[in-house]
């Protein structure tokens, strides 16, 4: 079975999949990141080979995700795209006519505005957490609410309270006065998706047009208040795709199945064995010029398999020879 690996690596979770040339997904992995993305990539490769027939061949990898570079060098991807790419990418397979994205990730979000399948348009957050995974996850520990629960909750409130949502600092401070003032848990929990998505729509949407369909998609897509909130809000059915969260590392595999298509080049993968290798990374100061760029390089075992920081060529991994 000839099939294509994408990977997502993000600040709070690693995704991996494998999809055959039809585009149906064989293996799919979350992960946490936990700050390890090394270490998580490699153990995500570990177990997805596991999860796919043994016959299997990878005929192309693709990586995005803030961490896409660091993955791209250790697998030997065939592309590396930046997340707004992947992700419309990804949205256009499932939903053709889409035209607005929003996504929320773990730390960050961002809205993608597309018209006639291209990319017009987009704006991310990646200043403040409040409306990410992250500080929904906080919020449902602090209350001990499972996080799976925490959406359907939502959904059986009655007369949510307004909660400001523009900080997360404000926005737990006022959770915690609006529940010693006896608000039910599924009002409070309600009036902060309301808020959440009035931040996000203020913030990261202002000045979007947004046009349906419109499709939901990140690990937050998985939260049934926060869906709802959205369409009450912009008036209009809110589509939340399959796989919707691990939409980045579907929409690089679909990258590297179309690159090699159009090159008629062979896969750069290294194969699922570099799991069992030893990496470790490094830093310096270049000292060439003004610039003073921080350099990171990445050693497979003891050889350096690529560099980035740079504004200028000098340190390219090309002059390794």
Known sequence: MKAYLGIDVGSVSTNLIIQDQSGKIIASLYLRTMGRPVETIQAGLEQIAKAIPEQTQICGVGTTGSGRYLAGVMVGADVIKNEI?????????????????????????????????????????????????????????????????????????????????????????????????????????????????????????KGKEILAPVVFQGGVAANAGIKAAFERS??????????????????????????????????????FSIAGLTYHTKSFDCQGCANNCEIAQIFEEDRVIGRWGARCPRWDILQEG
């Open 234 to 271: 912009l008036g209009t059915e809110i589509v939340v795709p399959p796989h919707y969260d691990v939409m980045g590392a579907i929409g690089a595999a679909m990258l590297a199945k179309e690159e090699l298509a159009d090159t008629q080049q062979s896969t750069r993968f290294k194969g």
């Open 85 to 205: 790419t992947a992700h419309a990418v990804a949205s256009s397979h499932f939903i053709p006519e889409v035209q607005t994205i929003l996504e929320i990730g773990g730390q960050d979000s961002k809205i993608i505005i597309l018209r006639d399948g291209i990319v017009t348009d987009f704006a991310m957050n990646t200043v403040c957490a409040a409306g990410t995974g992250s500080f929904l996850d906080q919020q449902a520990s602090r209350l001990g609410i499972p996080i799976t629960e925490f959406g359907c909750l939502a959904l059986k409130s009655t007369n949510p309270v307004r909660i400001a949502g523009r900080c997360t600092v404000f926005a737990e401070s006022d959770m915690i006065h609006k529940q010693q003032m006896g608000h039910p848990i599924s009002d409070i929990i309600n009036g902060l998706c309301e808020a959440l998505v009035r931040n996000y729509l203020n913030n990261v949407g």
